[in-house]
């Protein structure tokens, strides 16, 4: 979602519970760094982490330890992790010669089981060590015992709590009134008398009773509900949208027949493009997380579902959902738009110009070149790409006094942005252009002028021309050496809309008396049980001290340089109650987090959003979108750095990029981001690392820094 911007809401309103599904899980599954979608299993706060043969932690650090002489001691104590110290070397010496082993096999047998049960001894006390973390929760914040889920690993709803109480009559009246529902928990229903309720029930509810086909197919006269819903008029019948189809379509690949598949996908793809025609609004986010979901599928099977639609569609699409989708499926899209266009006869121009896509141009501009698509859009002619970003400009920038639809760091960012192209002659059309409205906007009509002057403190300079003032400024930084048309360089945007300076994250910001101190959020869903675990595993191997509190944990490093880094981090279900314990036991000992972290989910955001005081140092947004709060960050901690991603959050991107980042702490007492970059570059395979914006070159940020400065200097 665009930063200050208001999107539809997402489609996990939709009465189908397959979508809510999809987009729920889309960015929990990636973000766990998982293979495939659809794979991920549950997780439980007490489900065994297996580590394989981490080195036993050193003796357990108490936090007064760390203190200097003058800081006020902890009126409490930690409660150090349960660890045994290494076992004594034995004084025989380790090497044994090879006719010795010959000679006493059994001799060397026994030293094999010694070796097998000590890694397994280390292996136990790791185990025990996150338990005992994990479960130092606080009381009153532990969740009920034995929660009903279905098998979707999703609760049971009210209705079907209501009809596993009421006997095999309230079933039936469950998969009658609500049949999406009693499909979905069908595994909680046993007997002859439920699996008839569900066989009634498939004519209203076929596609859900074929995504129940793992626990149908289980029990006897499952495989028979299964057929009968694989009727291909009922399905015909029951495509609503078209996205049934694509929510089951592996399910049905496996069980119908390739004619019969192939025809009810051309009808559901016809359905979705009249449904998207419909309701724009409320079936792009939709298809934007079912193109997610399907990222492991071959290319032809994965945007199928767009090749019924016009190019005025497409270009709604990518406006819709472009900051939001993953990066491949936004290339497929503006893949597919280009080749429609040609097909058309129709040029991006004509896009920008139309009746019906122009109101739409601003946000598909966002999004195509923040996904690094703006060679894609200008094209190869300098003529009409100039005449495109006049178009662009037009759309982007205030008018008559009115704030852009976007926001006002995010347009800049953007413009700046795609003037950045490899092609030297599209770059110079659009600097020649960029030149030309600034002139323009120089010289404002009456009716403007009256009101902008006074919006602008009487300086004269209107929104629009600091706006395009501040995105050549960022353009000329980043030129680097390569030579910017005159027109452009005779407007000496840098002298006269000067970038604000970055913060630097240096020693003294860093670190007080030694230490640096992190606030790190977790919160009580799968995702981030997963995440806390990978931190207790990673630490753990990297010899940290691991102590746990009720309701908090605390990790110290080992000391280099004179130097610690301390992590309080929650402990996901602990709850506001463990929140409240571990900002307590910060304040006895005084302990101010200079960076903050949140590993949780973009919906626990506001939650994180709390921990940020006016001097964080850096703030690190691992969840899905993270960039998204970017002004909302600045806005709490103005000389704060942000690192986040534009897109899906990964679990072990984010663990790479923090445990380089510590090192680099340790090491140099600060962090140099050409270093993490270049570290990070080399160690993260995942393609979606492109999405994470380094924070010194972010250009949302540079702006939103920029504006700031510009505006209170008026």
């Known amino acids: 979602m665009l930063p200050g911007r208001s999107l539809p809401l997402p489609a996990m309103a939709s009465s189908s519970r397959w979508t809510r599904r999809l987009l729920l899980s889309a960015c929990a599954v990636l973000s766990a760094g998982l293979p495939t979608l659809g794979t991920a299993q549950p997780l439980t706060t007490t489900a065994p982490i297996t580590v394989a043969e981490l080195p036993t932690p050193p003796a357990p650090i108490r936090a007064a330890e760390l203190m200097a002489p003058d800081r006020p001691k902890p009126q409490g104590q930690t409660q150090p992790v349960a660890t045994k110290p290494p076992a004594p070397r034995s004084a025989t010496p380790s090497a044994t010669s090879s006719n010795a082993l010959t000679a006493d096999p059994q001799a060397a047998e026994a030293r094999a089981a010694v070796a097998k049960a000590a890694r397994a001894a280390r292996m136990a006390e790791a185990r025990a060590a996150d338990e005992q973390i994990m479960n130092s929760r606080a009381a009153d914040s532990r969740p009920a ?420 880094i301390v992590i309080v981090a929650d402990i996901p279900g602990a709850g506001d109650a463990g929140r409240a314990a571990a900002w307590d036991w910060m304040t006895r000992e005084g302990l101010t987090p200079s960076i903050v972290i949140h590993r949780g989910h973009s919906y626990h955001e506001d939650a994180t959003m709390t921990e940020i005081a006016p001097g964080t140092a850096l703030v690190f947004w691992g969840s899905c979108g993270g960039h998204t709060r970017l002004r909302a960050t600045l806005e709490r901690a103005p000389d704060a750095l942000v690192l986040a991603t534009q897109n899906i959050g990964v679990s072990t991107v984010n663990e790479a990029l923090l445990g380089i980042m510590e090192e680099r702490l340790l090491t140099d007492g600060a962090i140099d981001w050409n270093a993490v970059w270049k570290e990070a570059r080399g160690r993260i395979r995942d393609r979606r690392f492109a999405s994470y914006k380094r924070p010194d070159q972010d250009s949302a940020n540079l702006a939103f820094r920029a504006w700031q400065v510009q505006t209170a200097s008026h």
Request: charged letters at 25%; a neutral charge; aromatic letters at 6%.
């Open 145 to 564: 015992e034995g929660q009903t889920a279905c098998a979707d690993h999703e609760p049971a709803s009210q209705p079907v709590l209501d009809a596993l109480f009421g006997g095999d009559a309230a079933f039936t009246e469950l998969a009658r009134r609500s049949p999406t529902e009693a499909f979905r928990c069908s595994s909680l229903f046993l007997g002859d008398t439920a699996l008839a309720a569900l066989r009634d029930a498939v004519p209203l509810a076929p596609f859900d009773a074929i995504g129940a086909a793992d626990q149908l197919s289980t029990r006897p006269g499952g495989e028979e509900v299964i057929t009968r819903a694989l009727d291909l008029g009922l399905l015909t019948r029951s495509l609503e949208g078209g996205m049934p189809f694509y929510e089951t379509r592996h399910e049905l690949r496996k069980r119908l027949p390739k004619t019969d598949l192939q025809a009810l996908e051309i009808r559901a793809a016809k359905a979705l493009a009249v449904s998207l025609a419909r309701d724009p609004a409320g079936m792009a986010p939709k298809i934007g997380a079912l193109l997610d979901d399907m990222v492991d599928d071959p290319p032809a099977d994965r945007f199928r579902i767009t090749m019924a639609l016009s190019s005025e569609d497409l270009l709604g699409l990518i406006a819709r959902t472009g900051p939001q989708i993953y990066t491949s499926s936004l290339d497929g899209l503006v893949n597919i738009l280009r080749i429609q266009l040609k097909l058309e006869k129709r040029s991006f121009l004509d896009l920008a110009r139309e009746e019906r896509t122009r109101p739409l141009w601003a946000e598909f501009f966002v999004a195509a070149v923040g996904g690094g698509r703006a060679a894609s859009v200008f094209g190869t002619t300098p003529a009409i790409a100039r005449e495109l970003m006049r178009e662009s400009l037009r759309a982007l920038l205030p008018v008559d006094g009115k704030p852009p639809a976007i926001d006002t760091a995010v347009v800049i960012g953007a413009i700046a942005d795609a003037m950045d192209l490899d092609s030297a002659p599209i770059r110079a059309a659009l600097e020649d252009e960029l030149a030309a409205r600034y002139r323009a906007a120089g010289e404002p009509s009456a009716k403007t002028a009256i009101h902008e002057v006074a919006v602008r403190g009487g300086t004269g300079d209107t929104p629009a021309r600091s706006m395009i003032g501040l995105a050549g400024s960022l353009h000329a930084a980043r030129l680097s050496g390569r030579p910017a048309t005159p027109a452009f360089e005779a407007e000496r945007f840098p002298q006269n809309h000067p970038l604000a300076a970055l913060p630097v994250l240096s020693g003294e910001r860093l670190f007080r008396n030694g230490l640096n101190v992190q606030r790190m959020t977790f919160y009580d869903d799968p995702d981030g049980r997963a995440s806390f675990r990978g931190f207790l595993r990673h630490h753990r191997a990297q010899g940290w001290a691991l102590h746990a509190q009720s309701g908090f944990a605390v990790a110290i490093s080992p000391e280099r340089n004179g130097r610690r």
